[in-house]
């Protein structure tokens, strides 16, 4: 299969590197230079440590090192039997970018976006045939993360779709296929272990360090909140929430922390700006938490019956299916287990009792419990 990607930052690069491992002759695209140089010193670096480490030998870093070739010409990626963008996340600029390369592959070429949050039926509609595109969604480090999301729009074709779902697991991924909503599935589901710990913040219940520390010791999860945001960037994080938040006509489940947002303002973006709800500066010492285990176990309870109330409500809204929303979470994001297995682990009962409580607490409708979770709960059913 000839692949051709659009864009050779570290998400294009990386798409690249698990199309050319698979087999596939790939051509990494991009106007500049520059990133395509920086592209194949980058790739040059990560097979060689492959190399140092045995996971392959020198003549397999040959060969998906000759599987990819470079060019800065959009018609380059005549040949294609897919395309994969992976750009900046600015709908007019993906279609324009769409509009144009159809003018130059194949009419059977399939035209895939490897946006996180944006519309396909809206990148979609830049194309003369656009049942031909698809959201097909990595995670970063593409190499390494399992998952990928497939999101087909309302106009893509149920072969480019079968199509899709084939290739990727030829590529040896996990796929997850989702309906085209703000968010997919990973970056709807995950709104409350950024935005709940958030509002525990900013209530002064306890402050980043305790936080993440109770989401990592009683939740198993591998960083905290807030140690994830910096690694992330605050200013991607926040535009996700941003985003998401605008699409769904401001449900206040996705509503944006003015805490983030002032901390992105202020240039805090977390690790690639040497501060974030951390310091990484040379010497900086970190915060240590409060060990409350009372304390630990009310952030944890209130961070995982959100993401469960979440997670059931995709399931509610046919986003995914229940595996598929499960494997999402541990395979696109690590997460311990999958939100809804923890929901029968937990008991449906409890989940609808700690969102009552909240609800009444607060009388917010951020709090309010999936339908499902309550029906599931009078018939006495789980998930699995």
């Not at 449906?348 to 009552?356: A, E, K, Q, S, Y």
């Amino acid at each position: 299969m000839n692949v051709g990607i659009i864009g050779s930052g570290t998400m294009g690069s990386g798409i690249a590197q698990v199309a050319a491992t698979a087999g596939c002759k790939v051509k990494l695209y991009d106007t500049n230079q520059a990133a395509l140089d920086k592209a194949k010193a980058s790739l040059e670096k990560i097979l060689n440590r492959l190399v140092e480490k045995g996971r392959i030998d020198t003549e397999e870093k040959t060969r998906i090192q000759s599987n990819i070739s470079y060019v800065d010409s959009l018609k380059d990626l005549d040949d294609s039997n897919l395309t994969i963008e992976a750009i900046i996340e600015n709908l007019e600029i993906k279609q324009n970018v769409f509009s144009e390369l159809e003018a130059y592959v194949s009419d059977d070429c399939i035209i895939a976006s490897n946006t996180s949050s944006l519309s396909i039926a809206s990148i979609a509609a830049s194309l003369q045939k656009p049942e031909r595109c698809i959201g097909i969604h990595f995670f970063n480090p593409a190499p390494l993360m399992k998952l990928v999301e497939v999101i087909p729009a309302i106009q893509t074709a149920n072969d480019v779709l079968e199509t899709s779902v084939k290739t990727i697991s030829d590529w040896k991924k996990v796929v997850a296929v989702a309906k085209d909503t703000p968010g997919f599935i990973v970056n709807r589901v995950a709104r409350p272990f950024y935005g709940e710990s958030l509002r525990i913040y900013e209530e002064g219940i306890a402050d980043f360090a305790t936080i993440d520390w109770s989401l990592k010791t009683l939740g198993g999860f591998r960083m905290g909140p807030f140690e994830l945001m910096d690694f992330i960037g605050n200013d991607v994080n926040y535009t996700v929430t941003e985003t998401v938040f605008t699409a769904f006509y401001f449900d206040p489940r996705y509503k944006p922390a003015f805490t983030q947002k002032r901390f992105a303002e202020a240039g805090y973006l977390g690790r690639k700006s040497g501060k974030g709800y951390y310091d990484y500066s040379e010497g900086a010492v970190k915060p240590e938490p409060k060990e409350d285990k009372v304390l630990a176990a009310q952030i944890f309870n209130r961070v995982l019956v959100m993401l469960i109330n979440e997670a059931a409500d995709a399931l509610f809204l046919n986003i995914a299916s229940a595996k598929d929303i499960d494997n999402a979470m541990t395979k696109g994001v690590n997460y311990p287990k999958g939100l809804l297995a923890w929901a029968d682990e937990k008991g449906i009962g409890w989940c609808v009792n700690m969102l009552d409580d909240l609800y009444n607490e607060y009388h917010e409708d951020r709090y309010r419990c999936s339908p499902l979770l309550r029906k599931m709960n009078k018939e006495n059913n789980t998930f699995f």
